[in-house]
């Protein structure tokens, strides 16, 4: 079993930064490939970006590239997703997601295990 644990949401003005951090527990972290999604208001999760477990590849949805970046430290058990240029059509609730075995994926269903999500507002 994998526990992950989201920060760093919040309020943030349209243009400025936000960093979410997930902290993973339970099995040994550099085996994971890992995962952001969001789910906004009445709209179907989607993804944002995913890492390999050595940190070596990345990928990203197409409406973020460019302006978030993920990142992941093995020692501390932890990936990151910076956020820059933010818009308003960011807002959602972005959920952390843990792979164990394979490649990277945009496809949720192949992720084990999730966070409870943190809410991330970007105004106009």
């Known amino acids: 079993q994998v526990q992950l644990v989201e920060s760093g949401g919040g309020l943030v003005q349209a243009g400025g930064s936000l960093r979410l951090s997930c902290a993973a527990s339970?099995?040994?972290?550099?085996?994971?490939?890992m995962g952001w999604f969001r789910q906004a208001p009445g709209k179907e999760r989607e993804f944002v970006a995913a890492i390999s477990w050595s940190g070596s590849s990345t990928y990203y949805a197409s409406p973020v590239k460019g302006r978030f970046t993920i990142s992941r430290d093995n020692a501390k058990n932890t990936v990151y997703l910076q956020m820059n240029s933010l818009k308003p059509e960011d807002t959602a609730v972005y959920y952390c997601?843990?792979?164990?075995?394979?490649?990277?994926?945009?496809?949720?269903?192949?992720?084990?295990?999730w966070g409870q999500g943190t809410q991330v507002t970007v105004s106009s």
């Open positions: 339970g099995r040994t972290f550099n085996n994971l490939v």
């Open positions: 997601a843990a792979r164990s075995g394979g490649t990277i994926t945009s496809t949720p269903s192949l992720y084990n295990y």
